[in-house]
């Protein structure tokens, strides 16, 4: 089992940064992909990057590529995001989680993750 805590949302105006956080306890976080997800009232939840096990690897969709930064350290079980140039419509629940598939490799597909964070709020003003 793992469980995930997210922090370091919040509020910030348009065109501002975040940086949130995703601390994991019990198994050894190495050994897991991670996926930053988010949801906005009444949509989808939807990927905005992941990272391999080993860091080595990340993925980004292209609405986020180049704002959004994902980071691991796992001598400290923990994943980042960095998130800056914020717009309002990236206001949402976001969520990271993990696939404890052995392999280690970056899915998109949010089903393939097993352990889900409660997810922390951010919201961008216009």
């Known amino acids: 089992q793992v469980q995930l805590v997210e922090s370091g949302g919040g509020l910030v105006q348009t065109g501002g940064s975040l940086r949130l956080s995703c601390a994991a306890s019990?198994?050894?976080?190495?050994?897991?992909?991670v996926g930053w997800f988010r949801q906005a009232p009444g949509k989808e939840r939807e990927i905005v990057a992941g990272i391999s096990k080993s860091g080595g690897t990340t993925y980004y969709p292209d609405s986020v590529k180049g704002r959004f930064t994902i980071s691991r350290d796992n001598a400290k079980n923990t994943v980042y995001l960095q998130m800056s140039s914020l717009k309002p419509e990236n206001t949402a629940v976001y969520y990271c989680?993990?696939?404890?598939?052995?392999?280690?490799?970056?899915?998109?597909?949010?089903?393939?993750?097993?352990?889900w964070g409660q997810g922390t709020q951010v919201t961008v003003s216009s």
């Open positions: 019990g198994r050894t976080f190495g050994n897991y992909a």
């Open positions: 989680a993990a696939d404890s598939n052995p392999l280690g490799l970056i899915t998109r597909t949010r089903e393939r993750y097993d352990y």
